[in-house]
Nanobody
């Protein structure tokens, strides 16, 4: 299973970005997908996750600003990030559960700065 993440970049405070993560390979049994982030000198943390049925969960820092969604036909999860703040700056990693194993994407940098 391979996860390809995209959509990161540089954005001003208050701006928006949309991240995408596509799973490929032997994706039979693909279940939860999620986004984590890791800022410099900090631990990786969960931002949002979504089940195959579409139930979403968010970190407190993401509630009201970020929306996770998925397209099960395309095996793709999205993270729409609005009202971005400098503290959202981090490398964002996609995660997917396939059967009993978790997989990680390569990470995409999000920088929020004026």
């Amino acid at each position: 299973v391979q996860l390809q993440a995209s959509g990161g970049g540089l954005v001003q405070p208050g701006g928006s970005l949309r991240l995408s993560c596509t799973a490929s390979g032997n994706t039979f049994g693909l279940s939860n997908m999620g986004w984590f982030r890791q800022a410099q000198e900090k631990q990786r943390e969960l931002v949002a996750s979504i089940t195959s049925g579409g139930s979403a969960a968010y970190a407190d820092s993401a509630k009201g600003r970020f929306t996770i969604s998925r397209d099960n036909v395309k095996n793709t999860a999205y993270l729409q990030m609005n009202s971005l703040k400098p503290e959202d700056t981090a490398v964002y990693y996609c995660n997917a559960q396939v059967r009993i194993k978790g997989y990680w994407g390569q990470g995409t940098q999000v920088t929020v700065s004026s």
